[in-house]
């Protein structure tokens, strides 16, 4: 990561990557929020709101989406889309500590691969994708866009994850799942079964609980 970057957000989740930028030795110009308030580390200005990224041009640094999601990914992904629509670039973060295979992973735009995740080979993770605190995605996962997988979730060999899905903390997808887009697998769930776009599902093993919208 050469340019400079800015973190959209000033919340939980934009802490946690500035933090690992830092460690990384990566330059932040700053983080926005609409909350005049809002704080992140000693030495990372507050630049005012969202709009104060238009003051820099898209060819001059690269934007971190620091919005993390419970349950609802839609607002990463609008502001994800709203950015590279005015051309600008996102960048991935890559905690130090977490484990990413050499062997044919391959990441999209804006990925996000926190402390002490592990990614396996044959990974394929679209763009602005969470992999939090502690998750696995183990091999030849197919992990699409605006995809969220909390922290200590497992995603066993072999899975398709659609766009837009929300895997809670501590929740185990089965290997060789499919899930459609849009759906919500709860804390602490178990998947066994395959599971329709749009869908919500928890326990053990998971069960629907609503479907469609």
């Given at each position: 990561?050469?340019?400079?970057?800015?973190?959209?957000?000033?919340?939980?989740?934009?802490?946690?990557?500035?933090?690992?930028?830092?460690?990384?030795?990566?330059?932040?110009?700053?983080?926005?929020?609409?909350?005049?308030?809002?704080?992140?580390?000693?030495?990372?200005?507050?630049?005012?709101?969202?709009?104060?990224v238009l003051e820099?041009?898209?060819?001059?640094?690269?934007?971190?989406?620091?919005?993390?999601?419970?349950?609802?990914?839609?607002?990463?992904?609008?502001?994800?889309?709203?950015?590279?629509?005015?051309?600008?670039?996102?960048?991935?973060?890559?905690?130090?500590?977490?484990?990413?295979?050499?062997?044919?992973?391959?990441?999209?735009?804006?990925?996000?691969?926190?402390?002490?995740?592990?990614?396996?080979?044959?990974?394929?993770?679209?763009?602005?994708?969470?992999?939090?605190?502690?998750?696995?995605?183990?091999?030849?996962?197919?992990?699409?866009?605006?995809?969220?997988?909390?922290?200590?979730?497992?995603?066993?060999?072999?899975?398709?994850?659609?766009?837009?899905?929300?895997?809670?903390?501590?929740?185990?997808?089965?290997?060789?799942?499919?899930?459609?887009?849009?759906?919500?697998?709860?804390?602490?769930?178990?998947?066994?079964?395959?599971?329709?776009?749009?869908?919500?599902?928890?326990?053990v093993p998971g069960?629907?609980?609503?479907?469609?919208?």
């Amino acid at each position: 990561m050469s340019k400079p970057v800015i973190i959209l957000g000033g919340g939980g989740h934009a802490r946690v990557l500035a933090e690992s930028l830092l460690r990384t030795g990566h330059e932040i110009l700053g983080f926005t929020d609409p909350d005049s308030k809002a704080q992140l580390f000693d030495g990372v200005p507050h630049l005012g709101s969202d709009e104060a990224v238009l003051e820099h041009q898209p060819d001059e640094s690269l934007l971190v989406n620091g919005l993390g999601s419970v349950g609802d990914t839609s607002a990463r992904r609008k502001l994800f889309s709203s950015f590279t629509e005015k051309n600008y670039r996102f960048a991935g973060v890559t905690h130090p500590g977490a484990i990413v295979s050499h062997l044919d992973v391959e990441t999209g735009q804006g990925c996000q691969i926190l402390a002490g995740a592990v990614i396996n080979p044959g990974t394929r993770l679209g763009d602005n994708v969470i992999v939090n605190t502690g998750a696995v995605v183990e091999h030849d996962c197919l992990i699409g866009n605006h995809v969220h997988i909390s922290p200590g979730a497992v995603v066993c060999g072999g899975c398709s994850i659609g766009a837009d899905v929300h895997i809670g903390a501590g929740a185990v997808i089965i290997q060789g799942m499919i899930i459609g887009h849009g759906t919500i697998v709860a804390a602490g769930s178990v998947v066994i079964e395959n599971v329709e776009p749009l869908t919500l599902v928890a326990g053990v093993p998971g069960k629907v609980k609503r479907s469609g919208a």
